[in-house]
Protein backbone atom coordinates (compact mmCIF):
# COMPACT_ATOMS: atom_id res chain seq x y z
CA UNK A 1 0.00 0.00 0.00
CA UNK A 2 1.55 3.39 -1.06
CA UNK A 3 0.23 5.53 1.63
CA UNK A 4 0.80 9.00 -0.49
CA UNK A 5 -0.84 7.88 -3.98
CA UNK A 6 -3.33 5.55 -2.00
CA UNK A 7 -2.64 2.69 -4.57
CA UNK A 8 -3.37 -0.91 -3.18
CA UNK A 9 -1.64 -3.42 -5.15
CA UNK A 10 -3.62 -7.04 -5.23
CA UNK A 11 -2.23 -10.48 -6.13
CA UNK A 12 -3.09 -13.70 -6.05
CA UNK A 13 -1.52 -17.51 -5.23
CA UNK A 14 -3.01 -20.69 -6.64
CA UNK A 15 -1.35 -23.69 -5.96
CA UNK A 16 -3.27 -26.84 -6.98
CA UNK A 17 -2.27 -30.12 -6.97
CA UNK A 18 -3.79 -31.96 -9.99
CA UNK A 19 -2.96 -35.57 -8.65
CA UNK A 20 -2.55 -37.16 -12.47
CA UNK A 21 -4.42 -38.70 -14.74
CA UNK A 22 -5.05 -42.11 -13.36
CA UNK A 23 -5.85 -45.11 -15.92
CA UNK A 24 -8.47 -46.78 -14.33
CA UNK A 25 -7.38 -50.01 -15.76
CA UNK A 26 -4.30 -50.27 -14.34
CA UNK A 27 -5.23 -48.91 -10.57
CA UNK A 28 -8.10 -51.22 -10.79
CA UNK A 29 -9.64 -48.92 -7.81
CA UNK A 30 -13.22 -49.14 -6.86
CA UNK A 31 -16.39 -47.52 -5.02
CA UNK A 32 -15.82 -44.12 -4.01
CA UNK A 33 -11.82 -43.69 -5.40
CA UNK A 34 -13.23 -44.78 -8.87
CA UNK A 35 -15.93 -42.03 -8.79
CA UNK A 36 -12.87 -39.62 -7.64
CA UNK A 37 -10.80 -40.83 -10.30
CA UNK A 38 -13.16 -40.26 -12.95
CA UNK A 39 -13.91 -36.97 -11.70
CA UNK A 40 -10.28 -36.42 -11.90
CA UNK A 41 -9.84 -37.51 -15.45
CA UNK A 42 -12.59 -35.60 -16.17
CA UNK A 43 -11.33 -32.33 -14.68
CA UNK A 44 -7.98 -32.47 -16.45
CA UNK A 45 -9.78 -33.35 -19.41
CA UNK A 46 -11.56 -29.94 -19.12
CA UNK A 47 -8.08 -27.86 -17.97
CA UNK A 48 -6.57 -29.75 -21.19
CA UNK A 49 -9.48 -28.24 -23.49
CA UNK A 50 -8.88 -24.57 -21.90
CA UNK A 51 -4.82 -24.63 -22.75
CA UNK A 52 -5.20 -25.71 -26.01
CA UNK A 53 -8.22 -23.06 -26.55
CA UNK A 54 -5.41 -20.68 -25.40
CA UNK A 55 -3.01 -21.68 -27.83
CA UNK A 56 -5.01 -21.20 -30.47
CA UNK A 57 -6.58 -17.72 -29.62
CA UNK A 58 -3.12 -16.42 -29.35
CA UNK A 59 -2.72 -17.84 -32.40
CA UNK A 60 -5.81 -16.03 -33.40
CA UNK A 61 -7.57 -18.99 -34.39
CA UNK A 62 -10.10 -18.92 -31.72
CA UNK A 63 -12.00 -16.68 -29.72
CA UNK A 64 -13.63 -18.58 -27.18
CA UNK A 65 -12.03 -20.65 -24.36
CA UNK A 66 -14.42 -23.27 -22.23
CA UNK A 67 -13.52 -21.80 -18.89
CA UNK A 68 -17.30 -23.15 -17.51
CA UNK A 69 -16.51 -26.52 -18.19
CA UNK A 70 -15.26 -27.33 -14.79
CA UNK A 71 -15.18 -25.53 -11.57
CA UNK A 72 -11.52 -26.03 -11.77
CA UNK A 73 -10.96 -24.09 -15.00
CA UNK A 74 -13.34 -21.14 -13.78
CA UNK A 75 -11.66 -21.06 -10.36
CA UNK A 76 -7.81 -21.16 -12.26
CA UNK A 77 -9.14 -18.38 -14.98
CA UNK A 78 -7.16 -15.91 -13.66
CA UNK A 79 -3.97 -18.20 -13.18
CA UNK A 80 -4.50 -19.59 -17.12
CA UNK A 81 -5.07 -17.04 -19.64
CA UNK A 82 -5.56 -13.64 -16.90
CA UNK A 83 -2.74 -11.05 -15.63
CA UNK A 84 -0.87 -13.70 -14.12
CA UNK A 85 2.84 -14.97 -13.86
CA UNK A 86 1.97 -18.78 -13.90
CA UNK A 87 4.31 -21.93 -12.99
CA UNK A 88 3.10 -25.93 -14.16
CA UNK A 89 5.38 -28.66 -12.14
CA UNK A 90 4.93 -31.89 -14.04
CA UNK A 91 6.07 -35.33 -12.37
CA UNK A 92 6.32 -37.81 -14.29
CA UNK A 93 6.99 -41.50 -13.42
CA UNK A 94 10.70 -43.82 -14.98
CA UNK A 95 8.76 -47.01 -14.85
CA UNK A 96 8.41 -47.78 -17.59
CA UNK A 97 5.17 -49.34 -16.75
CA UNK A 98 3.96 -45.37 -16.34
CA UNK A 99 6.08 -44.91 -19.87
CA UNK A 100 2.62 -43.83 -21.58
CA UNK A 101 1.03 -42.07 -19.02
CA UNK A 102 4.40 -39.97 -19.04
CA UNK A 103 4.56 -39.00 -22.46
CA UNK A 104 1.31 -37.65 -21.88
CA UNK A 105 2.06 -36.01 -18.73
CA UNK A 106 5.18 -34.37 -21.02
CA UNK A 107 2.63 -33.26 -23.63
CA UNK A 108 0.63 -31.61 -21.64
CA UNK A 109 3.36 -30.24 -19.50
CA UNK A 110 4.44 -28.63 -22.94
CA UNK A 111 1.13 -27.25 -24.12
CA UNK A 112 1.15 -25.32 -20.93
CA UNK A 113 4.37 -24.01 -21.27
CA UNK A 114 3.59 -22.54 -24.74
CA UNK A 115 1.05 -19.94 -22.95
CA UNK A 116 2.14 -16.44 -22.80
CA UNK A 117 0.34 -14.25 -20.61
CA UNK A 118 0.44 -10.40 -20.90
CA UNK A 119 1.30 -9.18 -17.39
CA UNK A 120 0.41 -5.99 -15.58
CA UNK A 121 0.33 -4.65 -11.99
CA UNK A 122 -2.79 -4.67 -10.58
CA UNK A 123 -3.90 -1.74 -8.37
CA UNK A 124 -6.28 -0.46 -7.33
CA UNK A 125 -7.09 2.91 -5.88
CA UNK A 126 -8.14 3.74 -2.35
CA UNK A 127 -10.90 5.87 -2.96
CA UNK A 128 -10.86 7.57 0.48
CA UNK A 129 -7.43 8.14 0.80
CA UNK A 130 -7.47 10.03 -2.89
CA UNK A 131 -10.22 12.06 -1.90
CA UNK A 132 -8.50 13.42 1.41
CA UNK A 133 -5.40 14.12 -0.49
CA UNK A 134 -7.31 16.16 -3.22
CA UNK A 135 -9.23 17.88 -0.28
CA UNK A 136 -5.41 19.02 1.23
CA UNK A 137 -4.69 19.80 -2.25
CA UNK A 138 -7.89 22.19 -2.29
CA UNK A 139 -7.14 23.35 0.97
CA UNK A 140 -3.53 24.30 -0.11
CA UNK A 141 -4.54 25.82 -3.27
CA UNK A 142 -7.70 28.25 -1.48
CA UNK A 143 -4.58 29.20 1.22
CA UNK A 144 -2.22 30.19 -1.44
CA UNK A 145 -5.33 32.09 -3.77
CA UNK A 146 -6.64 33.97 -0.77
CA UNK A 147 -3.75 36.52 -0.53
CA UNK A 148 -3.94 37.02 -4.76
CA UNK A 149 -7.71 37.21 -4.68
CA UNK A 150 -7.66 40.03 -1.97
CA UNK A 151 -4.68 41.53 -3.70
CA UNK A 152 -6.69 41.81 -7.01
CA UNK A 153 -9.59 43.37 -5.18
CA UNK A 154 -7.88 46.34 -3.67
CA UNK A 155 -6.56 46.55 -7.15
CA UNK A 156 -9.98 46.79 -8.21
CA UNK A 157 -11.20 48.89 -6.05
CA UNK A 158 -8.41 51.22 -6.49
CA UNK A 159 -9.06 50.80 -10.12
CA UNK A 160 -12.74 51.71 -9.80
CA UNK A 161 -11.99 54.34 -7.79
CA UNK A 162 -10.14 56.13 -10.79
CA UNK A 163 -12.21 55.86 -12.87
CA UNK A 164 -15.30 57.45 -10.70
CA UNK A 165 -12.72 60.47 -9.86
CA UNK A 166 -12.17 60.62 -13.85
CA UNK A 167 -16.00 60.81 -14.60
CA UNK A 168 -16.71 63.36 -11.80
CA UNK A 169 -13.39 65.45 -13.34
CA UNK A 170 -13.99 67.85 -16.09
CA UNK A 171 -13.32 66.38 -19.41
CA UNK A 172 -10.29 68.56 -19.83
CA UNK A 173 -7.71 67.31 -17.01
CA UNK A 174 -8.00 63.80 -18.04
CA UNK A 175 -8.38 63.93 -21.70
CA UNK A 176 -4.23 63.58 -22.46
Known amino acids: RHLDTG???????HMVDLAGSERISKSHVEGSLLA???HINLSLSFLEQVIIALNEKSMGTR?????RNSLMTIILKD???G???TVMVATMSSDI????????TARFAQRCAQLENEITRNEKVDLN???KRLEGR???CKRRWRPIEERMDRSMERHLEEVGRRRRAPYSRWKS
Open 97 to 104: DNLEESVS
Open 36 to 38: EAK
Open 83 to 85: NCK
Open 138 to 140: MLH
Open 63 to 67: SHIPY
Open 7 to 13: SVFISKL
Open 79 to 81: SLG
Open 129 to 131: ILV
